[in-house]
């Protein structure tokens, strides 16, 4: 089997461990612009860990840990990897924020969050971790885990 090659980075976050498919969503989150930020995102690569996963490499920003955890919304695996130098400086798991400002659409079409003609910001408040549950706080209405992906706002 051929090892995926990836250029190292001399400075930046290396966000390993998400789920196939998630690291479009997980730039949305992380509200990354692609035209200002280089990226190296590999997408559905072999894991030994998990079969199949992304990858995505963000040259040049480090990213605090609050900011990372955001990513455990729809990586709930994520390794975060901070790289000074090019070697990590610094490896931690995500978890889930207790706060949610934003990016998530409120499922509820009568939320005032959902107004179309003076929206307000959304927030989310977590009420379980397991399994994973958030709480609008405008109109009380929940989402679960294997929701919450669906409601991540395009941008
Ligand atoms: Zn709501």
Redesign the pocket.
């Known amino acids: 089997m051929m090892a995926l090659k990836v250029k190292r980075i001399e400075m930046g976050t290396v966000l390993d461990h998400l789920p196939p498919g998630t690291a479009p969503k997980i730039m949305r989150i992380l509200d990354i612009d692609p035209t200002e930020t280089t990226l190296l995102v590999a997408i559905n690569v072999e894991s030994s860990k998990m079969g199949r996963k992304d990858i995505l490499k963000i040259e040049g920003k480090i990213l605090s840990e609050e900011e990372a955890n955001k990513v455990a919304l729809v990586a709930p695996n994520a390794t975060v990897n901070i790289v000074r130098d090019y070697s990590v400086a610094e490896k931690f798991q995500v978890k889930p924020p207790e706060r949610v400002e934003g990016f998530l659409r409120?499922p509820?079409p009568n939320?005032i969050?959902n107004d179309e003609r003076e929206p307000v910001n959304t927030v989310f408040i977590r009420e379980s971790r397991e399994p994973l549950e958030y709480r609008?706080r405008?109109?009380e209405?929940t989402v679960r885990e294997d929701h919450i992906r669906e409601l991540i706002r395009p941008s």
Do not use: E, L
Request: charged share 10%; proline share 0%; aromatic share 12%.
């Open positions: 409120c509820n939320c969050t609008c405008y109109c209405r």
